[in-house]
């Protein structure tokens, strides 16, 4: 039970943290999504336009936290898991549910959270911290390649208005 309650808790908090600062926590969770600018473009994809032509490889420093829970396939993402979503990504149905369908955000703590994107063979994972309207932490380059993982290094976001 006091597991459950710390687990309930951490939601609470960390969907304060994630959406505006002004109003009740109800109000806040009502407007379903959090826009970031981190401090590079960590979001990136390759694919081809929806309407088809050749490959390109595009990024964004923009990323959407939403409320709304992933759909999981077995273990993974794990049940907690919440929806990521980059409003600049303009790609095909196949790499935007390669991209999509294994990224989330979750709570971790009551005041931080983890953010995977990731395709199933690489992308970055971000541990951050709130900070007043900004996320703090560090993020690793995961990958498929054994031994070839870079350490951890600072990362930043900063809250704005969704586009």
């Known amino acids: 039970m ?7 808790r951490a939601y609470l908090v960390v969907g304060a943290a994630a959406f505006p600062t002004t109003g009740s926590l109800h109000a806040q969770a009502s407007s379903g999504a959090a826009c970031y600018r981190f401090d590079r473009s960590y979001f990136q994809w390759v694919g081809r336009p929806p309407a088809g032509g050749s490959v390109s490889i595009d990024s964004s420093r923009i990323v959407r936290l939403d409320v709304t829970a992933h759909t999981s396939r077995g273990k993974y993402p794990p049940p907690d898991a919440r ?3 980059v409003p600049a990504m303009r790609v095909d149905s196949f790499t935007t549910q390669q991209w999509l369908g294994t990224s989330f955000w979750r709570p971790l703590e009551l005041d931080s959270v983890e953010l995977i994107w990731h395709n199933g063979l690489f992308g970055p994972v971000f541990r951050l911290s709130r900070k007043a309207d900004s996320l703090v932490g560090h993020v690793r380059f ?11 290094q600072p990362a930043s976001a900063v809250r704005i208005r969704c586009p």
């Open 2 to 8: 006091r597991a459950m309650k710390r687990t309930l």
């Open 142 to 152: 995961t990958t498929d390649v054994a031994g070839a993982e870079p350490p951890a």
């Open 83 to 85: 929806s990521v979503f």
